[in-house]
């Protein structure tokens, strides 16, 4: 069964472009979240994706966006790139199911470097 | 107030020793908990989860839970150097839209040979 994927691995961009990441879920999996982590924040939940529909969001500006596509497939897009924005993003999927007990898997991740 | 605090570190332990985790969480809804593990350069993995007050036990690993004082712990017996990572807490917070899974800075275990 394969895991979660994430493209690209490792990106540089530099100040005011714009990014696309990509995460394909492990099959079967309809609910994608998307955490940023850096050294100094720790894992912090951005959104969360499920059935297309973005279910959760954590407190991330509007240059933050994503979206998943009908076959859980989801996409996070950050604009206007800013140096603080250098970090792993990290792709997780479950189930989805309502009950809190189903558990995240995480992609390898995306790195990406703001010059 | 952080949603999940855990003291970053790093702790220290020898080789064979036990290591003691500790986490504590806002909600007091909550109603799962996750240890996650995570080596340098790597993502994090799941190695317990804990839904229910008290003890549960996974060979060398056993995650406690006190839902009354929101704590959760993760005690690794016979620590090994192999042990030596970020362990991660995790809780999933319920609201309007369905659970999402916060976690906490992460503690950083360093287990000497």
């Known amino acids: 069964k394969a895991g979660v994927t994430q493209t690209p691995r490792y990106l540089i961009k530099t100040r005011g472009q714009q990014v696309t990441l990509s995460c394909s879920p492990i099959s079967g999996h309809r609910s994608v979240s998307w955490y940023q982590q850096t050294p100094g924040q720790g894992l912090q939940f951005l959104f969360e994706?499920?059935?297309?529909?973005?279910?959760n969001k954590g407190n991330f500006p509007g240059r933050f966006s994503g979206r998943q596509f009908s076959n859980s497939r989801s996409e996070m897009n950050v604009s206007t790139l800013e140096l603080g924005d250098s970090a792993l993003y990290l792709c997780a999927s479950r189930t989805g199911q309502s009950s809190g007990a189903n558990v995240l898997t995480f992609g390898a991740g995306s790195r990406l470097t703001v010059l | 107030q952080k949603e999940v605090e855990q003291n970053s570190g790093p702790l220290s332990v020898p080789e064979g020793a036990i290591a003691s985790l500790n986490c504590t969480y806002s909600?007091?809804?909550?109603?799962?908990f996750f240890w996650y593990r995570q080596y340098s350069g790597k993502s994090p993995e799941l190695i317990m989860s804990?839904?229910?007050?008290g003890d549960k036990e996974d060979g060398r690993f056993t995650a406690q839970l006190n839902k009354a004082s929101q704590y959760v712990s993760l005690l690794i017996r016979d620590s090994q150097p192999s042990d030596s990572a970020t362990y991660l807490c995790?809780?999933?917070?319920?609201?309007?839209?369905?659970?999402?899974?916060?976690f906490g800075a992460g503690t950083r275990l360093f287990v000497k040979a």
């Open positions: 804990i839904y229910s007050n």
């Open positions: 994706y499920f059935s297309e529909t973005q279910r």
């Open positions: 995790a809780v999933n917070l319920g609201g309007a839209g369905g659970f999402k899974t916060i």
């Open positions: 909600d007091r809804g909550s109603q799962s």
